[in-house]
T-cell receptor, first 116, second 112 residues
Framework: GAVVSQHPSRVICKSGTSVKIECRSLDFQATTMFWYRQFPKQSLMLMAT?????????EQGVEKDKFLINHASLTLSTLTVTSAHPEDSSFYIC????????????FGPGTRLTVT | QQQVKQSPQSLIVQKGGISIINCAYE??????FPWYQQFPGKGPALLIA?????SEKKEGRFTISFNKSAKQFSLHIMDSQPGDSATYFCAASLTPASKLTFGTGTRLQVTL
């Protein structure tokens, strides 16, 4: 089956620094990737949709300059949280839709970000 | 119009019982309704999904019932097992390849 990985699985950073999270489709080409944020005991909230080679589409209320998304290849999308603050601490999950696989969204295992 | 309402928030079921989780949507343009299972600290995994052209879909112990006129759909877990203890999310989207709108989640606990 199609596999999506995320790196790192956990990251702790200091307030004011930036952190990059990678999302990779391991065995298929991902034409579209989605980034979600999930706070403890809450649902997944879509942050943005990215298509390979084009700018990401952000959901209302998500700061484009704070959450930088790059989908530079068909197997890699990155989310960079810039000038992180404690309120950015959350579980970040990516998903991917690709070619040559069924049309469902394949989710990554998530990245736990803690900002101290 | 983009909301998906899910109930109950939590559910305790005895082993072997039936777990039932309900969802309701408002946007009649939604055309794809998946259910996801999520364990703590993990990403969600697709359990089963349905399109509006059928009223029921069954895969193993999992069944989706879909009522298009009422704009409601539900997940039934038959013969619930302790290993089913997880959080379940319903979702909806315009197409299978579109962004998903998630329900609020249901924490299921299956007791021995």
């Amino acid at each position: 089956g199609a596999v999506v990985s995320q790196h790192p699985s956990r990251v702790i950073c200091k307030s004011g620094t930036s952190v990059k999270i990678e999302c990779r489709s391991l065995d298929f080409q991902a034409t579209t990737m989605f980034w979600y944020r999930q706070f403890p005991k809450q649902s997944l909230m879509l942050m943005a949709t990215s298509n390979e080679g084009s700018k990401a589409t952000y959901e209302q209320g998500v700061e484009k300059d704070k959450f930088l998304i790059n989908h530079a290849s068909l197997t890699l999308s990155t989310l960079t949280v810039t000038s992180a603050h404690p309120e950015d601490s959350s579980f970040y999950i990516c998903s991917a839709i690709g070619t040559g696989v069924s049309y469902e969204q394949y989710f990554g295992p998530g990245t736990r970000l803690t900002v101290t | 119009q983009q909301q998906v309402k899910q109930s109950p928030q939590s559910l305790i079921v005895q082993k072997g019982g039936i777990s039932i989780i309900n969802c309701a949507y408002e946007n009649t343009a939604f055309d794809y309704f998946p259910w996801y299972q999520q364990f703590p600290g993990k990403g969600p995994a697709l359990l089963i999904a349905i399109r509006p052209d059928v009223s029921e879909k069954k895969e193993g112990r999992f069944t989706i019932s879909f009522n298009k006129s009422a704009k409601q759909f539900s997940l039934h877990i038959m013969d619930s097992q302790p290993g089913d203890s997880a959080t379940y999310f319903c979702a909806a989207s315009l197409t299978p390849a579109s962004k998903l709108t998630f329900g609020t989640g249901t924490r299921l606990q299956v007791t021995l």
